[in-house]
């Protein structure tokens, strides 16, 4: 079955960087297009970032253009979320998309 496993999530502060990956499985995770989203506490989940297939295009929320960069290897069945000058405001928990399933998601904690 499909399987998603983010991980790399921790508690940095405001200004640092962090990788997030999600591993996938159970799926033909090369012909998928992929995504990233999060949910913070009382909000809505929202869309983080898009990939296609093949990583050419790409889409990003107004709030992490610039900062944010999404990618993926598909030889290692593995996206990432490269997560520059951190915010507060982007403490959430991160979820990875694909395939109609959700990974289990992996918390980002921003603060001082």
């Known amino acids: 079955q499909v399987q998603l496993v983010e991980s790399g999530g921790g508690l940095v502060q405001p200004g640092v960087s962090l990788r997030l990956s999600c591993a996938a499985s159970?799926?033909?995770?090369?012909?998928?297009?992929m995504s990233w989203y999060r949910q913070a506490p009382g909000k809505e989940r929202e869309l983080v970032a898009v990939?296609?297939?093949?990583?050419?295009?790409?889409y990003y929320a107004d709030s992490v253009r610039g900062r944010f960069t999404i990618s993926r290897d598909n030889a290692k069945n593995t996206m990432y979320l490269q997560m520059n000058s951190l915010k507060p405001e982007d403490t959430a928990v991160y979820y990875c998309r694909g395939e109609n399933s959700w990974g289990q998601g992996t918390q980002v904690t921003v603060s001082s």
């Open positions: 990939i296609n297939t093949f990583g050419h295009s790409t």
């Open positions: 159970g799926f033909a995770f090369s012909s998928s297009g």
